[in-house]
């Protein structure tokens, strides 16, 4: 991929062989191409000379795709250009193309720099809200009946909240960072949009630290739930335990064989073996009433 969009942008794709070559003909600095082409990355910004390398994740709207896939997308911006580099294809990247093909979009590199930043912040909030929706829906379900595959729902959610969260939080940084020390081309309506974008990124990630302890609670809420139910089928095995353990005390007792035991051919045999098993548990039943109560 590499097109032109605008006299003030030039796109690349890094898995492009030419990707380099292209970026050393701009004139970039040498650490300046390496932060762009650096394979596994983090959102961050860095200062090099004349312009800024601000790197970027994007949630992935790609059908089919995992929300917490982000997209790393690496921009090197000043005030006469933007230079945007992807390792994957990025939906974004598309509209803001076709934006700008239709006449609709920004005329500037600092003005496409701040609309790129302000969806990838929107589409996060768009994210983070559905989530949550989803999770209220999931508690909804537990509270009105008991299904323990939820557990595996607020697992994945978990999940996702986490792997969400580990880029949204420098993500944040990165934003403020650029707020609080700006280059020379933000001026007063550039840092006002600024400032809310960094404002809906904070909103986000406040909602996301949330429904981490939101998950978390119903987690234990519902294995709490679990616990008790399964107390209760133990009580009731127990109960019915009870019941039949006498009963079948009984049944062993009138179908024991005394034959070949001393007295086996005593009329008095079936009593004494009968007194002996009393005897015993007559004996159990003391020693677990003074173990019980500490006497020994």
Not at 59 to 68: I, T, Y
Not at 94 to 101: D, N, P, V
Request: glycine content about 6%.
């Amino acid at each position: 991929m590499n097109s032109n969009s605008a006299d003030f942008w030039l796109h690349l794709d890094h898995t492009d062989s030419n990707a380099r070559r292209k970026l050393e003909q701009t004139g970039l600095e040498p650490d300046a191409i390496a932060a762009l082409l650096d394979p596994e990355t983090r959102p961050r910004r860095a200062h090099f000379g004349n312009g800024d390398v601000i790197i970027l994740r994007s949630v992935n709207q790609s059908p089919g795709a995992e929300v917490e896939d982000m997209i790393s997308l690496r921009i090197w911006l000043t005030r006469e250009r933007i230079i945007t580099v992807v390792l994957r294809n990025l939906q974004l990247v598309t509209e803001a193309r076709q934006r700008i093909a239709d006449g609709m979009g920004e005329s500037s590199a600092p003005d496409l720099f701040l609309w790129l930043a302000n969806t990838i912040s929107e589409r996060l909030r768009e994210t983070v809200r559905s989530a949550e929706v989803e999770l209220e829906d999931a508690e909804d379900k537990m509270l009105e009946t008991y299904d323990a595959s939820l557990a595996n729902v607020f697992r994945e959610q978990l999940r996702q909240a986490v792997a969400l969260r580990r880029y949204a939080e420098p993500q944040l940084q990165a934003l403020k960072d650029l707020q609080d020390n700006p280059p020379d081309w933000i001026n007063k309506p550039r840092r006002l949009r600024l400032r809310e974008i960094v404002n809906n990124h904070q909103r986000s990630l406040e909602t996301l630290i949330a429904t981490r302890e939101h998950i978390s609670a119903a987690l234990d809420q519902l294995n709490t739930m679990i616990a008790d139910r399964m107390q209760r089928t133990s009580q009731a095995l127990t109960i019915v335990a009870t019941i039949f353990l006498p009963l079948n005390l009984i049944g062993a007792l009138f179908g024991t064989n005394v034959g070949g035991i001393p007295y086996g051919g005593d009329p008095m045999g079936f009593w004494l073996l009968t007194g002996g098993f009393t005897l015993a548990f007559a004996i159990l039943l003391v020693v677990a009433y003074t173990y019980r109560n500490r006497w020994l």
